[in-house]
């Protein structure tokens, strides 16, 4: 297993801010990936983090709006870009390695005003 | 249609009784199978994966999969009040990339009070 870490846990923004998420993996995994998590509703995949290239976007989400980096097989940032209220959501990390099972960080709560 | 369907219920039971959590799918690709529990303000933590149909069980968890109905269950049995969290299955079609893309349901609250 993996244990994976977020920073930070939550944050309060104003519109139009930024805020970047930190994932820290314990372990070296294969692969990371970034969900949100709305109240009451499944876990959407955002992308998967790819080490040293461009990370691959789910459908309805854009590079511009969430930037991702992952510079190595242990840490991965999300940006959430010219925040609006709409993005207030929990932001989740998850890893592991290739053909097994995902394991999740403890989520970023970000309220947006 | 989603293509996985959860009752978010909530759910609430007395301590010691048997709880069955429920998810439908629509996909008859999907082949891996998922349980995650999330207690409040905590990220998803795995509890079960099953591949393909049938029971397995671990402790006081049985994960049930019937592919012919495209239906998964978690039984909980002699439940606890440790075991109050939300409920998420997932399910996935390949196994490749950590178990392809993973599909989630909407996750099922569940009480025990003691």
């Known amino acids: 297993s993996a244990v994976i870490s977020q920073k930070p846990s939550r944050d309060i923004c104003q519109r139009g801010t930024s805020l970047t998420i930190q994932c820290q993996v314990d372990?070296?995994?294969?692969?990371m990936f970034w969900y949100r998590q709305q109240p009451g509703q499944s876990l959407t995949l955002i992308a998967t983090?790819?080490?040293?290239?461009?990370?691959?976007?789910e459908s309805g989400f854009v590079i511009d709006k969430f930037p991702i980096s992952r510079p190595n097989l242990t840490f991965s940032t999300l940006t959430v870009s010219n925040m609006s209220p709409e993005d207030s959501s929990i932001y989740l990390c998850?890893?592991?390695?290739?053909?097994?099972?995902?394991?999740f960080g403890p989520g970023t709560r970000l309220l947006v005003l | 249609q989603k293509e996985v369907e959860q009752d978010p219920g909530p759910l609430s039971v007395p301590e010691g009784a048997i709880v069955s959590l429920n998810c439908t799918y629509s996909n008859s690709a999907f082949q891996y199978f998922m349980w995650y529990r999330q207690y409040s303000r905590k990220g998803p933590e795995l509890l079960m994966y099953t591949y393909s149909s049938g029971n397995k069980e671990d402790g006081r968890f049985t994960a049930q999969v019937d592919k012919s109905s495209k239906y998964i269950s978690l039984f909980i049995r002699d439940s606890q009040p440790s075991d109050s969290a939300t409920y998420l299955c997932a399910m996935s079609a390949s196994r490749g990339s950590t178990l392809g893309r993973l599909y989630f349901g909407r996750g099922t609250q569940l009480t025990v009070w003691p």
């Open positions: 372990s070296q995994v294969t692969m």
């Open positions: 983090a790819n080490q040293g290239s461009e990370a691959t976007y």
């Open positions: 998850s890893g592991g390695q290739e053909g097994e099972t995902q394991y």
